[in-house]
């Protein structure tokens, strides 16, 4: 949804293995900054999207395969590619080191040049393993993860000031999806466990962090209410780039660019989630998914309270309706479906997505 600004039924990106079979032309995000005279690189995961990052449309990338794992051990050897060109970790070599150090090379080349990165960065997902900064001893390596994905951050931000480039630099720091099984019931706010993990259609399933820093430009401190889905970000790039999206495309998304520039614009009174094959639309106080189960959210994101249809009353039933229309007017099951085992994490084996679109 990131790299698309459409949703899975349009992509068929319904799921992680689904995803690989996804059309290359549906990842649009490249192709709309280098249209506008920008630099792209990627740098970071890509081992669940099609083919590869060039092929995608980025001029720059360092790419590698898995997750949690970025020493060698005797167990397995870490291999990556880097522009092309396929390599092997050295002993003591740490792979996230390595992608910062690629990203800075790449900024320091381009810095008098409009760019634009897309950095997955590869801490906190299983296996969760010591970082180079990880005591012998230490008794919580998630948290070991967190810092040293922190300390990178501050690394880049620090080197985006000394080289000057900072107040014309929009960093945009957003969450992959709800926290993994082994780690969620630890993952709390004030002691209150989150509705939803990692996999699943609940709020935590998908609710994640969004924080977006431009000097000169956002207050510090400044928060916002507005929802926001991850379509979202390829409207709001082309307004703050003034390049206009093709016109034959869907782009589900709208631009939030408003919250920061001051340009008036409409804000986003619903969001859309899919994964696997189910699906759901939400505003600020309901929820409605595919079953036609819908939820007060009020107590998100600790509680999603079913309404049992002896609840209901006028003001329940036009926001049902209301949510019902959108997703008759998605029309989510009129897409590309997911063929996969239904849960949003892995295709069954041999299965293929039933697309002409999506297998060409």
């Not at 299983?126 to 180079?132: E, L, M, Q």
Request: proline share 4%; aromatic share 10%.
């Amino acid at each position: 949804m990131i790299l698309t600004g459409r949703y899975p039924f349009r992509t068929g990106g319904t799921n992680q293995d689904a995803c690989i079979k996804m059309n290359l032309s549906e990842i649009c995000m490249p192709g709309l900054f280098k249209s506008a005279g920008y630099i792209t690189s990627c740098v970071g995961k890509w081992g669940q999207l099609p083919s590869g990052p060039k092929e995608a449309g980025f001029d720059d990338f360092l790419k590698f395969k898995g997750s949690g794992v970025y020493k060698n051990s005797l167990e397995k050897t870490i291999s990556y590619v880097e522009n092309d060109e396929e390599k092997t970790l050295k002993e003591n070599e740490y792979l996230p080191d390595l992608m910062h150090e690629h990203l800075i090379d790449f900024i320091t080349k381009n810095k008098d040049n409009p760019f634009f990165v897309y950095y997955p960065m590869s801490h906190v997902h299983g296996k969760i393993v010591p970082t180079p900064d990880s005591k012998p001893d230490s008794k919580d390596l998630f948290a070991d993860n967190v810092l040293y994905m922190d300390k990178l951050v501050g690394k880049l931000v620090d080197f985006l000031d000394s080289i000057k480039i900072r107040d014309n630099t929009l960093i945009v720091f957003m969450g992959d999806n709800g926290t993994g099984n082994q780690w969620y019931k630890n993952s709390t706010i004030e002691g209150k466990v989150l509705s939803g993990k990692k996999g699943e259609m609940k709020e935590c399933g998908s609710l994640v962090p969004l924080i977006i820093n431009w000097q000169g430009k956002i207050s510090k401190g400044f928060t916002s209410d507005q929802l926001i889905d991850a379509t979202d970000f390829i409207p709001t790039f082309a307004d703050i780039i003034g390049h206009k999206l093709p016109k034959k495309v869907i782009f589900d998304g709208n631009s939030f660019s408003g919250l920061f520039t001051g340009k008036k614009m409409k804000k986003r009174d619903w969001i859309f989630m899919e994964l696997g094959n189910d699906w759901y639309v939400r505003t600020n106080e309901w929820k409605l998914n595919k079953a036609g189960n819908l939820f007060d959210m009020s107590k998100a994101p600790f509680e999603e309270l079913l309404i049992s249809e002896n609840m209901y009353d006028d003001q329940i039933i036009k926001s049902k309706q209301k949510l019902q229309s959108i997703l008759s007017k998605l029309a989510p099951e009129k897409g590309i479906l997911d063929t996969g085992t239904g849960d949003g994490r892995h295709a069954t084996k041999g299965n293929k997505i039933k697309s002409k679109e999506a297998d060409e």
